[in-house]
């Protein structure tokens, strides 16, 4: 994305900013409103691989921009936005998970779908709980190799293009997998005996 700047010159969202940052003034809100724009998919899908759902997304993607425009003077301009980005969506994911474990333990909050009335009634339950068996091993896993997995097995995006987005050599990617696939596998195995001793087909 383009961002028109005075004098009919165009630059970059990071290039705007950049200049803003480097020549001693804050962003402009110009600046942060086209970032914004130019970021915005990439944060809200980075805060769901880290597992955020409704009604958490918004209030966490909201938090995301604030650490930005907050720590924007000291951030390293050698170092790609998204890399920032993700890490930031990284320690905002793992304060929002915190506060919303607390309080479905608090509440004990269940939130279903709307049934879909095309569908069965036993195609509905079956689809329902594989759904909250699968949402279960993914928020009990660790929150790296979480995202590596979902972004690998349900994403399917290649290696190295994850390597460049984590900010991480190709081969820490492959070990997160790695770990994560044992990790999913140990939790699947975990979740089917539950399943059985409490007799859910």
């Not at 028109?4 to 110009?30: F, M």
């Not at 880290?50 to 050698?78: K, N």
């Not at 793992?94 to 939130?111: D, K, N, W, Y």
Request: charged letters at 25%; glycine letters at 6%.
């Amino acid at each position: 994305m383009k961002d028109p700047t005075a004098g009919g010159i165009h630059r970059t969202v990071e290039q705007a900013l950049r200049a803003e940052v480097l020549g001693g003034a804050k962003p402009s809100p110009r600046s942060l409103v086209a970032l914004h724009a130019e970021h915005g998919g990439f944060v809200w899908a980075t805060l769901q691989r880290f597992g955020i759902q409704h009604p958490d997304l918004e209030d966490a993607f909201q938090d995301v921009f604030i650490v930005v425009q907050r720590r924007l003077p000291s951030f390293d301009w050698a170092c790609p936005i998204t890399t920032w980005l993700f890490a930031i969506c990284r320690r905002v994911a793992a304060s929002h998970r915190r506060r919303a474990h607390t309080r479905r333990e608090r509440l004990g909050e269940v939130v279903d779908d709307v049934p879909d009335s095309a569908r069965g009634p036993e195609e509905i339950t079956s689809q329902h709980q594989a759904r909250l068996q699968l949402d279960g091993i993914l928020e009990a896993m660790d929150l790296d190799r979480r995202a590596v997995f979902v972004m690998f097995e349900i994403e399917e995006m290649p290696c190295n293009e994850i390597a460049s987005l984590v900010g991480v050599p190709v081969g820490t990617v492959y070990s997160r997998l790695h770990a994560a696939r044992k990790e999913f596998a140990t939790l699947l195995k975990k979740s089917e005996a539950e399943r059985a001793r409490r007799g859910v087909q």
